[in-house]
């Protein structure tokens, strides 16, 4: 995970080709569906992962670093029929979801917080005290 900050990942080739990627997997019904939809950036020192887990309950996810990889996994449940009700159409996610992410080695695997509000699964990946920049005291 790096900070591009020349072109935050926005350059129009990128854009097009995210668009007719995700055109095509729809159209087709198939293509890689990440199971959440995040986004990552960096905040003073820190990287803050934000995943899109609308439903979903503190108990139903599972955040991990192992090796410096950060994985976020959880289940959607499906909404429980009543009464024979017949679905005409169900498109709301259900099952299960993991996502990995590669932590750069400055990162603190140990001091990694995460909180959820309205649907939205925050996780915050601080920097190693030693690797933080200092300043050096000239004598």
């Known amino acids: 995970l790096t900070c591009n900050r ?3 990942g926005l350059d ?3 854009r097009w080709t995210r668009n007719m990627d995700e055109f095509f997997a729809g159209a087709l019904g198939v293509g890689m569906d990440p199971g959440v939809r995040v986004d990552i950036r960096e905040v003073g020192e820190d990287i803050v992962i934000e995943a899109e887990v609308p439903g979903l309950t503190r108990d ?4 991990s670093v192992e090796n410096g990889v950060l994985t976020i996994s959880g ?3 499906a909404a429980e029929q009543s009464d024979g009700a017949c679905y005409h159409l169900r498109e709301r996610r259900t099952g299960s979801f993991s996502r990995s992410f590669r932590l750069p ?3 603190d695997p140990d001091k990694v917080e995460a909180a959820l509000q309205n649907g939205v699964l925050t996780v915050t990946v601080p920097t190693r005290e030693e690797a933080k ?4 005291t000239v004598r």
């Open 133 to 136: 920049p200092r300043k050096i």
């Open 12 to 14: 129009p080739l990128s």
């Open 105 to 107: 080695p400055t990162s």
């Open 6 to 8: 020349s072109n935050n």
């Open 75 to 77: 289940q959607f449940k």
């Open 60 to 63: 139903d996810i599972d955040i």
